[in-house]
């Protein structure tokens, strides 16, 4: 995804954190932390250190942004992550190739 | 004379393509109700959703519904034996039936709120995508 951006201005992903607790229990912590920070440019980066296993700090807030995700990721039925939701409507699991992104995003 | 010949020539030809279609992809075309009740007798309220060539040859890929959950059933060319169960492409470890289902249940893209999603790329671009994910 970060490659495709980085090649089109065309494309757009919004990331919605859904911690899986039952497997990632730092998760959670990890996901408030992030969604606590408001410019979006330093949450990206909260984001890449988290996925490199860097500590990004305890929640500076209160918020229920995480909880709503989960709670809206269990109405989807989605249990893995990254899960995209394509702008049909449909589901995909894991992390797409450069081309087979775009094919999915361009179909009807 | 000439006629009986053509016709057992065609007879012949008529056997040969069956029995060569059997053993390669499945080319018949099932109509939905025969499908579904077919497999009625398995699952007395299914729906037939779709019908497709399964990835393997011989078997027909039947999109099912019943009491509201979809699933897939495999189905073979003399529509006697159903498989239930995961077609798995080994070299790519893909479970190519889990694949073709999660693709069929849409969600509302409109109806997710985006307001609190980290946006990666130019956020008034055209196409756009949600994704779900795990920081760790």
Partial sequence: MKQLVAESKDYVFFLKLMPIIQIHPDAYKKAKAIACEKSNEKALGMLEDAYAGKDVGEPACETAVIDDNIALGKKLDITGTPTIILPNGRKTTGA???????AMMNLK | MIRKILIALCAVAVILAASIAAQAEDTSSPSRQDVEKLLSILYPDVKVIAIAPAMVGGLKEVIIEVKGEKGIVYLDY????????????IRTRTNLTKRTLDSLATV????????????LGNPTARNRAIVFDDPD
């Fill in chain 2, 78 to 89: 003399a529509r006697q034996k159903a498989i239930f169960g995961s077609l798995v492409d």
């Fill in chain 2, 108 to 119: 509302d893209f409109a109806s997710i709120p985006l307001a609190d999603a980290i946006v």
């Fill in chain 1, 96 to 102: 797409p190739s450069v081309d087979d992104l775009k």
